[in-house]
C-alpha cells in the first residue's frame, strides 16, 4: 500500500509558476513505484500530466504541458515534485499525484494508487 499527499495547490495569474509536491508513505517509495501527475479539469475527464519512472531516468509528459511542466523526485525524501511554468487558463484543474509499478497506467488515466488532490487555478 502507498499514500500519497499532494500540496503545492493555489491561486496563480497566468504566465505564472506554482510547485506541487507528492509526499508518499506507506511501502518503500523508490521500490519499483513509477510516480504520475493527473488532473481533472472542470467539466471534463481526468488526463494525464506527467510521469517518472521509479529511478527518475525516464520521464514522459502529455502534449499540451511539455516545455512548461517538469517533473521531478526526490527519493530519499519520498517526494515527487511538478514544476509548472508558464501556466494558462486551460490548466485550471484538481491535480493527483498517483503510483503505479507500471509506466502504461498512467496513459490510460488507471494508475493503482491515488492521492487526494490539490486544486490549481490560473486568472486570466
Known amino acids: 500500500q502507498v499514500q500519497l499527499v499532494e500540496s503545492g495547490g493555489g491561486l496563480v495569474q497566468a504566465g505564472g509558476s506554482l510547485r506541487l509536491s507528492c509526499a508518499a508513505s506507506?511501502?518503500?517509495?523508490?521500490?519499483?513505484?513509477?510516480i504520475g501527475w493527473l488532473r481533472q479539469a472542470p467539466g471534463k475527464e481526468r488526463e494525464f500530466v506527467a510521469t517518472?519512472?521509479?529511478?527518475?531516468?525516464?520521464?514522459e509528459y502529455a502534449d499540451s504541458v511539455k516545455g512548461r511542466f517538469f517533473i521531478s523526485r526526490d527519493n530519499a525524501n519520498n517526494t515527487v515534485y511538478l514544476q509548472m511554468n508558464n501556466l494558462k487558463s486551460e490548466d485550471t484543474a484538481v491535480y493527483y499525484c498517483?503510483?503505479?509499478?507500471?509506466?502504461?497506467?498512467?496513459?490510460?488515466?488507471?494508475?493503482?494508487?491515488w492521492g487526494q488532490g490539490t486544486r490549481v487555478t490560473v486568472t486570466s
Open positions: 498517483a503510483a503505479d509499478r507500471d509506466m502504461r497506467p498512467f496513459y490510460s488515466v488507471t494508475p493503482r494508487y
Open positions: 506507506g511501502r518503500t517509495f523508490s521500490t519499483f513505484f513509477n
Open positions: 517518472i519512472s521509479w529511478g527518475g531516468a525516464i520521464t
